[in-house]
């Protein structure tokens, strides 16, 4: 086999991995946007933002302890103490849980039935908020994260394909481990969603707001509940890019990412938002490797992305799985 | 008719039972509108319940009232003898009354089944944790719940359709299929918004013969708003008449029919009847 066509087959792997964490980014997206209609464009913010409390919580961080020691004088940073990974991801759960109640009791319980562009800049609000928060609870410097995920260059894949191809591919345990991850946690949503009492109200909730309150589905639970499995996708999210490259408020930049590929899978699909994100994330890795780099001088990735998504919008601009938009006559 | 407490049997056999839900003085307002102006009648149990009157009478508001998709600004609502606070139309649908729309609210999305088995939400108590990892209880309630949706199914004659996309029916399908949900929460009083409305001869009595059979196999209590007079004259116990917010009539069909004000206000004056 030539070295080219290995030397691709690993750019796809790669790209693979990486486009499970756009998905992951992009669910938590279309989970609320289907069932409230908002689109929440701090999303990304959602996963800084858990992913630096997570690591606070783990390192023993004060939370706000420049505020405090500002008001009084003091000079605490840390309790002394390191919270194992698996309470840390129990106590930022809640937190994000906090989070979705506040979320919807402080700003969007005010604004139902208001125009979906008051409700987006409403979101952006909340992104800046919530960056300015996370930076006043936890600091803004650069932190690491290891909840005990694996890393490094996987052998067996490296010396299986070394035999095969006589070149070995270099993929990282993290990013298997991230697919995986990401899969159970489809799979679990897809089930909630399908077969639990809360699951069938939020596919009500999602379809017919009036109809749902008419077999007495309350929007505000539903709502809360949302914003609490986004901000549980986010947490995932957060902690795979923050294991990956370390917990930075450029990580909200990234999320950006999710757009093209909502555009891609469409805004109300949750195989959408997968399989967007996959296609994005091998796109641009192969069209780097086959034209960017060679013919463009690199630097592809940064727009790849958006340009197909404008493609998109324009021959399809429901995206591969969204709701057919027809209009009638 | 016998003013009975404990309800009284009709000149045709049909027994109605005591009052179960009672409106007390309901006045409801639109900025400087009154939609509805002190309006009182109750509902007694097993009866079908119209309200009639001419567009714009106030019937849907009414129906929005009970429902509690609209909270009036004077005004008591009195149900299964208790004065029921201000509620959201979720809380009221827990309260065991269900109901239609005019303008069909179904969720689309879903299959025929998935929609009937919404309306058994009220009735799914297992707690969160045990439905999220779908132990103990919540798989027997679930199947309970499933044969409960199968049986309105059976008798609405609707199993043909389980399985097909609500997008995909016939308005006059789709009407039964929301009566159909509505039915799968047992309610204790059924609210039926212009249940024909938008139907042909054959859908109108294929509706009124399902709505009639509703109330003597399961007992339910059911309140209607309808255009069409004749329909509610063949269907219902007892009528109210609505005018431009104002009950102007109320009684079996044959009083409202020799009702002098309603003959003026629906009957002679507006349509050629």
């Known amino acids: ?329 | 008719m016998k003013d009975q407490a404990d309800g009284y049997v009709t000149a045709d056999g049909r027994q109605i039972g005591p009052v179960v839900m009672e409106m007390k003085n309901i006045t409801l307002r639109f900025g400087g509108v009154e939609a509805i102006k002190d309006i009182s009648f109750d509902v007694r149990e097993g009866e079908i319940r119209a309200i009639i009157g001419p567009n714009g009478a106030g019937k849907s508001s009414m129906l929005n009232v009970i429902s509690g998709f609209y909270v009036p600004q004077e005004g008591e609502v009195w149900y299964k003898g208790a004065r029921r606070a201000p509620m959201k139309p979720f809380q009221v649908a827990q309260q065991g009354i269900a109901r239609t729309f005019q303008n069909i609210a179904l969720f689309e999305g879903m299959t025929v089944l998935d929609n009937v088995m919404t309306g058994r939400l009220t009735h799914m108590k297992t707690g969160l944790f045990a439905q999220s990892i779908w132990k103990g209880k919540a798989e027997a309630e679930e199947t309970a719940n499933r044969a409960v949706a199968e049986r309105i199914i059976d008798f609405l004659e609707i199993q043909a359709i389980r399985k097909t996309p609500v997008s995909r029916l016939s308005y006059g399908l789709k009407k039964r299929v929301e009566l159909a949900r509505a039915l799968a929460a047992e309610p204790s009083i059924l609210l039926l918004d212009e249940p024909m409305a938008g139907m042909n001869v054959e859908e109108k009595e294929d509706m009124s013969r399902f709505i009639l059979d509703v109330n003597d196999e399961f007992g339910t209590t059911i309140v209607l708003i309808e255009h069409d007079m004749g329909v509610v004259m063949d269907l219902s116990d007892r009528v109210v008449v609505m005018d431009y917010g104002k009950k102007i009539g109320d009684g079996t069909p044959h009083d409202v029919r020799n009702n002098q004000a309603v003959i003026d206000a629906y009957l002679g004056v507006a349509h050629d009847a």
């Open chain 1, 1 to 329: 086999m030539p070295e080219q066509l290995a030397f691709a087959l690993e750019v796809t792997a790669n790209g693979l991995m990486a486009g499970v964490l756009y998905a992951l980014v992009a669910l938590g997206f279309v989970l609320i946007y289907k069932a409230s209609g908002i689109f929440n464009y701090a999303q990304g913010v959602m996963a800084l933002f858990a992913a630096l409390t997570l690591a606070g919580i783990m390192d023993g961080q004060v939370p706000f302890s420049h505020l405090i020691n500002a008001i009084f004088g003091t000079d605490v940073h840390y309790f002394g103490w390191n919270v194992p990974a698996f309470l840390a991801i129990l106590l930022t759960m809640v937190v994000m849980i906090a989070l979705a109640y506040a979320v919807q009791r402080l700003v969007f319980r005010h604004l139902v039935g208001q125009e979906p562009i008051i409700l987006f800049m409403a979101t952006i609000g909340l992104a800046y908020f919530l960056e300015g928060v996370g930076d006043l609870m936890w600091g803004s410097d650069i932190k690491s994260m290891d909840v005990g995920l694996p890393q490094g260059i996987n052998g067996w894949i490296d010396n299986t394909t070394f035999e095969l191809f006589g070149y070995g591919f270099f993929i990282d345990n993290l990013d298997i481990v991230a697919s995986i991850i990401a899969a159970l946690l489809v799979i679990g949503l897809v089930i909630y969603a399908q077969y639990t009492k809360q699951g069938r109200a939020m596919r009500a909730v999602a379809d017919d707001h009036q109809a749902a309150l008419s077999v007495g589905v309350s929007l505000n639970f539903i709502w809360i509940l949302v914003w609490s499995l986004a901000g549980f996708v986010a947490l995932v999210a957060g902690i795979m890019w923050g294991t990956k490259s370390g917990v930075q408020f450029s990580l909200s930049l990234i999320a950006l990412k999710a757009l093209p590929v909502l555009m891609l899978g469409g805004f109300t699909s949750i195989p959408g938002a997968i399989v967007g994100g996959l296609i994005i994330g091998v796109g641009e890795k192969l069209f780097e490797f086959l034209i960017g780099a060679p013919f463009l001088g690199g630097a592809t990735e940064n727009w790849f992305a958006y340009m197909l998504a404008l493609i998109f919008l324009v021959f399809r601009p429901q995206g591969l799985f969204g709701e057919k938009i027809i209009e009638r006559v």
